[in-house]
């Protein structure tokens, strides 16, 4: 459930008709319900709260300083992916105790800066990972706390780009190698085992393959504790998808998949840590955008918007689909009209929507790509020199520019022509 609807005709956030936002901030826009980014972190919380747990919110997904700001003050722990999220949570106030350091390339320079500022624990995926980490804290006097990232090697059966737990992916250490590594964790002076980190891939519709992740994670915490280390923590990853296409049947709720937890890990008297991304942040989100024109094609009609490829990439990189709605109510009965929908990059790789059924819509009108709350933002670029579309955040009846929109002059004194030309 989100809070964009429709009241009066019109689509709101929470309080908010969208189209008062667009009069204040011009087309395009992200905006993000604050509302609803509380409510879906709450429903980890209570799905795991039968356990001890900590939701660390994977801010990949989302990672605007309000945003986080918001899901800190609830509670929330931190997922981190580079020196520049930790800095970024740690700006927003979140301790560094509950910040967790995950990805394949950590350098020693980012694993400085999180010791040094506190770090709950690294999620580390290699073995040459492993030394770096013992020589970073070693030379700090300090002792690092580590999770070693196992690939179950299960097909979570979702995307090719976000799959990560098959053993061609690039992710963790085989599951059948985890006796040798943790072996050799513990002969690293500079190393604290505390856990087992798994993560098999994002947007997933089904809680089996899991399932069967998890079973191998028990399996797993009982062998290495006969061999004598310390597993205290398990650290579950993301992947939880959401439903982008409303017609389509339902992927599992938190709830669910907390209850699946607790029956398969329940017993082991581990701490339970989740890193939900996509689910706390993508129906958070609307991108807005104003229609430039309606270009007649020979067989079929293109919607030529002013949002594009580089504000919203997620259609051009994984095929995905995005619901658009139009910000104006269409009276019920409307016909639909078929449109591709398309920005105004220099691609034809810049198209959102193929052959989709809409109601009619003309130069002027406003629509909402649902679902854009999560990698959505963050994978934005300026190609073709658009900038940075702004990002507004809506709390009940306010709203808020968390992030605006760059003059054409910053971006442009960005670049240094040397003294040389
Ligand atoms: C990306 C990622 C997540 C979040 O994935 P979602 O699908 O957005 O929930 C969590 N943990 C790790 C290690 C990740 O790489």
Known sequence: MDHFLYRNGQLYAEDVPLADIAAAVGTPFY?????????????????????????????????????????????????VVSGGEYRRARAAGVPGDKIVFSGVGKTADEMRLALTGGIRQFNVESEPEMEALNAVALSLNMVAPIAVRVNPDIDANTHEKIATGRKEDKFGIPISRAREVYAHAATLPGLKIIGIDVHIGSQLVDLAPFEAAYRKLGELTAVLRADGHDITRLDLGGGLGIPYE?????????????????????DLGCEIEIEPGRLI?????????????????????????????????????????????????????????????????CESGDTFAKRRAMPPLKAGDLV???????????????????????????????????RARPTFDEMLNRDTIPEWL
């Open 31 to 79: 905006c993000y319900s604050a509302a609803t980014f509380t409510r879906h972190y709450q429903l980890f919380v209570d799905a795991l709260s039968g356990m001890d747990h900590l939701v660390c919110y994977a801010m990949k997904a989302n990672s605007n300083l309000a945003i986080l700001k918001l899901l800190g003050d609830q509670g929330a722990g931190m997922d």
């Open 281 to 345: 942040a993508g129906n958070s989100g609307v991108l807005v955008s104003d229609v430039i024109y309606v270009k007649q094609g020979e067989d079929r009609d293109f919607l030529i918007i002013d949002a594009a490829m580089n504000d919203l990439i997620r259609p051009a990189m994984y095929g995905a689909y995005h619901d658009i709605v139009p910000l104006v109510e269409p009276a019920p009965g409307t016909e639909k009209h078929m449109y591709d929908v398309v920005g105004p990059v």
């Open 246 to 266: 409303r017609s389509n049947a339902d992927p599992p709720l938190p709830s669910d998949y907390g209850a699946m937890v607790q029956r398969v890990l329940g």
């Open 368 to 402: 909402a790509f649902r679902s854009a709350g999560a990698y959505g933002a963050v994978m934005a670029s300026e190609y073709n020199s658009r900038p940075l579309i702004p990002e507004v955040l809506v709390s009940g009846d306010q709203f808020a520019v968390i």
